[in-house]
């Protein structure tokens, strides 16, 4: 294959939208603000700032322990990326490593990473899996294939609007928003 020869027409495009649709259907961006909110912590604290002749070094004496904080985050980005059902577990961690990188790696990463991992943190508990679209098609109208029935066939069926309530806690039937046990 020469210079001058172009890629394949469209595997741009279609890598693109493989991508896409793999990043639909996993916390991505919990993942990566997880992922680069580690950086930070380890970097810090191991970083030698130069300032003309003047070296300043931040290495604190919780080195180790920002090492620690820094690559657990890393994985647990890394991990929500291709393990989307411990979102919750990874979520909770990595806000938990977050808060405790404050004293232990120059306030979490100077803030820079503390921040990253809290609100990477965020997003993966707060990810919810999508709902599938619904199978396009020619269904009829009324009850579909496992679907809803329409309005017009409610339970009374004379087309009325009535509360679709299906929890049994309104007024209407003596309940007063108490679920039973049995």
């Given at each position: 294959m020469s210079a001058e020869t172009s890629a394949v027409p469209g595997q741009f495009t279609r890598r693109r939208l493989q991508f896409r649709a793999w990043r639909g259907?996993?916390?991505f961006w919990a993942g990566l603000f997880v992922l680069?909110?580690?950086?930070?912590?380890?970097?810090?604290?191991?970083a030698h700032l130069q300032l003309g002749h003047l070296t300043l070094a931040m290495a604190t004496t919780a080195g180790a322990?920002?090492?620690?904080?820094?690559?657990?985050?890393?994985v647990l980005g890394i991990s929500l990326w291709f393990q989307k059902h411990i979102?919750?577990?990874?979520?909770?961690?990595?806000?938990l490593l977050a808060l405790v990188s404050i004293p232990v790696s120059n306030f979490g990463g100077f803030v820079i990473g503390f921040l990253l991992a809290l609100i990477g943190g965020a997003l993966a508990v707060s990810w919810a899996p999508g709902v599938p679209p619904a199978p396009e098609g020619g269904q009829e109208t009324g009850q579909g294939q496992g679907g809803a029935p329409d309005a017009a066939s409610g339970p009374?069926?004379?087309?009325?609007n009535q509360s679709n309530d299906l929890s049994g806690t309104s007024p209407a039937n003596g309940a007063?928003?108490?679920?039973s046990a049995g």
């Open positions: 259907t996993r916390p680069l909110g580690g950086f930070p912590i380890i970097y810090f604290p191991y322990g920002s090492l620690i904080i820094g690559v657990l985050l890393i979102r919750v577990f990874a979520g909770v961690a990595s806000i009374a069926g004379n087309g009325t007063n928003g108490r679920h």
